[in-house]
């Protein structure tokens, strides 16, 4: 099995920046075969919406609220997933899932919460 592990959401002003990051531990086997990973996020009494991917060849994908503003990446080791956000706005308010596909099978992280203050 693999585990998703988030960090670094928080309490931000509008404007500002955060960088959640996304570590997946457990089968060497399956994080070796991570088709792609992203983030997803959920406001109060909505669904959960798609942000960002990236797959294991490098190639990124954004909603358009997000473009230009927010930055997809992975580390070397290619198990750990980060998101830059940049000119934070409180629309961007939610609970952030990192989320991965690996040999046709679904992992979620627990979340992390950003909160963008105006």
């Known amino acids: 099995q693999v585990q998703l592990v988030e960090s670094g959401g928080g309490l931000v002003q509008a404007g500002g920046s955060l960088r959640l990051s996304c570590a997946a531990s457990g089968s060497i086997f399956r994080i070796n075969r991570i088709n792609y990973m992203g983030w997803y996020r959920q406001a109060p009494g909505k669904e959960r919406d798609l942000v960002a991917t990236i797959t294991s060849d490098g190639t990124t994908n954004y909603v358009d609220s997000v473009k230009g503003r927010f930055t997809i990446s992975r580390a070397d080791a290619k198990n750990t997933v980060y998101l830059q956000m940049n000119s934070l706005k409180p629309e961007d308010t939610a609970v952030y899932y990192c989320?991965?596909?690996?040999?046709?099978?679904?992992?979620w992280g627990q979340g992390t919460q950003v909160t963008v203050s105006s």
């Open positions: 989320h991965a596909v690996i040999l046709g099978g679904d992992y």
